[in-house]
């Protein structure tokens, strides 16, 4: 199976401070099929990118991501109280689907 | 307004079994694919199985093949998860997820609230 490595674990940065969360994959990740969730406490996961760069709907457009092949990112561009939360990459080209372990960003 | 909402879970001793219902709403459910993902307490989030959307492609993780079985009934807008020989390791909170797209492959552009399973003796 693919595993995903996240990094950094935790991230704390300020209001307005740029994001920078990594994804790497042990084996190369087919069509670039990457997806990142946010999850705040509590709460479900939601969708923010699918296709390694594709916003979902209604996700504010601070939230980017690039990459492929083995190494992708998550940026947020100018983070808000509200992107407090953990965020989980996830590969689904292939079976069985996995999910990274996560990077918890906390705001200052 | 999609709606995914779980139900089905609770006690249950080692060894027993479970089935998780999934009831959709707010959308074509039949051209979707449906997984079930879970998250044990203060842990991450792990797939456990997938259907296409006419029950053509199905998956499973490790943990669960052979004792986990998936279905849907496209006629009742409703996602199940047959869930056999139950361990201590599969006590997790269980989310619905609705596919982006109706393959076997896909990201996951809703959830449920999830169902608790609780295994202990």
């Known amino acids: 199976e693919i595993v995903l490595t996240q990094s950094p674990g935790t991230l704390s940065l300020s209001p307005g401070e740029r994001a920078t969360l990594s994804c790497t994959a042990s084996?190369?990740?087919?069509?670039?099929?990457l997806a990142w969730y946010q999850q705040r406490p509590g709460q479900a996961p939601r969708l923010l990118i699918y296709?390694?760069?594709s916003r979902a709907t209604g996700i504010p457009d601070r939230f980017s991501g690039s990459g492929s092949g083995t190494d992708f990112t998550l940026t947020i561009s100018s983070l808000e109280p509200e992107d407090s939360a953990v965020y989980y990459c996830?590969?689904?080209?292939?079976?069985?689907?996995?999910f990274g372990g996560g990077t918890k960003v906390q705001i200052k | 307004e999609v709606q995914l909402v779980e139900s089905g879970g609770g006690l249950v001793q080692p060894g027993r079994s479970l089935r998780l219902s999934c009831a959709a709403s707010?959308?074509?459910?039949?051209?979707?694919?449906m997984n079930w993902v879970r998250q044990a307490p203060g842990k991450g989030l792990e797939w456990v199985s997938g259907i296409s959307w006419n029950s053509g492609s199905i998956g499973y993780a490790d943990s669960v093949k052979g004792r986990f079985t998936i279905s849907r009934d496209n006629a009742k807008n409703s996602l199940y998860l047959q869930m056999n020989s139950l361990r201590a390791e599969d006590m997790a909170l269980y989310y619905c997820a609705k596919g982006v797209y109706s393959g076997s492959h896909n990201a996951f552009d809703f959830w449920g609230q999830g169902t608790m399973v609780t295994v202990s003796s």
């Open positions: 084996q190369r990740v087919s069509s670039n099929y």
């Open positions: 996830q590969q689904y080209g292939t079976s069985p689907l996995t």
């Open positions: 707010g959308f074509t459910f039949d051209d979707y694919a």
């Open positions: 296709g390694a760069s």
